[in-house]
């Protein structure tokens, strides 16, 4: 399966079979992730394996998920990291790229939304100090006993709700990206999931660059998280359309914010531009 075959299969998988993952197929998908690059080049992210999963679920149930709607698994993933600039945006595209790899072996996973801080070093083997940023579940899916797929991809906006072309607001026609060979970038981009599937991001194509803008509102960091996601798909699109490009975190930018007239709940944190 190409990557891009893998994006547009994967579905989020709340049911799992009771039967454990065998723990060589989880320990080389934790090796490939955590032997990849991350979305910044000085990454020091660490990718855990929990392999107690009922045991985990125990401890957070109603502390972690959707309100507190703890998902049960026969296993989970934690990444930590240290907190510093960047890290939601790099766990959010680690993780997703373990995600695709676990589909890749016809594992499913759920990302669980973590709000309360939770100890998880007692439940990985080889612990380190930093505080877990990302988890998910992980382990088969539970198909039913008609072992049909009867999943489904939760709905995304339209591409021209997405894209912007050089202010906020003023739609990108697609036939605008299709000359400049982009389609294909932004609707895989826009199949990224998203904590509440609320596709907290925005494309502003302005003087041909690509710039992220992201709601900046309460939920911050699970944005942050989500953008990473969508860098991962944007950029892994890019490559495979042939296009050399790569992400860069931007630091307020209020000046050119304003230029595109940016509502205030929105800031741009990354551009994406040919190397
Ligand atoms: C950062 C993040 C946190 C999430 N947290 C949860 C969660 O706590 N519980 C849950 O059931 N789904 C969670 N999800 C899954 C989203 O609801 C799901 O990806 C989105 O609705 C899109 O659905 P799809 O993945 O099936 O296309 C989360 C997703 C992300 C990206």
């Known amino acids: 399966m190409s990557f891009l075959q893998t994006i547009e299969s994967m579905k989020t998988v709340r049911d799992f079979r009771d039967d454990p993952v065998p723990s060589t197929i989880l320990k080389r998908l934790i090796r490939k992730t955590q032997s990849e690059k991350g979305l910044l080049p000085d990454t020091t992210f660490s990718v855990r394996l929990i392999e107690d999963g009922p045991g985990f679920f125990q401890l957070l149930n109603g502390k972690a998920g959707y309100f507190g709607k703890m998902i049960a698994a026969p296993h989970y993933i934690v990444l930590f990291d240290e907190p510093k600039t960047g890290v939601y945006e790099n766990s959010g595209y680690v993780m997703e790229k373990l995600r695709l790899s676990a589909w890749e072996e016809e594992l499913g996973t759920c990302w ?55 202010k906020w607001g003023q739609k990108c026609p697609v036939e605008e990206l299709e000359v400049r060979g982009m389609s294909e970038i932004f609707y895989y981009g826009k199949l990224a999931p998203s904590w509440g599937n609320r596709q907290p991001w925005r494309f ?72």
């Open 204 to 275: 502003i194509l302005h003087q041909e660059k690509i710039y992220l803008a992201l709601l900046v509102d309460d939920q911050e960091n699970r944005a942050l998280t989500d953008a990473g996601i969508v860098m991962l798909y944007i950029q892994q699109a890019a490559h495979d359309k042939g296009f050399s490009m790569k992400w860069q975190l931007l630091e307020r930018e209020p000046a050119l914010a304003s230029e595109m007239g940016l509502p205030e709940t929105y800031r741009l944190i990354g551009l994406f531009s040919f190397n």
């Open 112 to 166: 669980i939304s973590l709000d309360e801080r939770v100890d998880a070093a007692p439940w990985v083997v080889d612990p380190v100090e930093a505080p877990p940023m990302a988890l998910v579940a992980i382990g088969y899916p539970e198909h039913g006993i008609f072992r049909q797929d009867v999943l489904k991809k939760s709905a995304r906006l339209p591409l021209t709700d997405l894209v912007y072309l050089e």
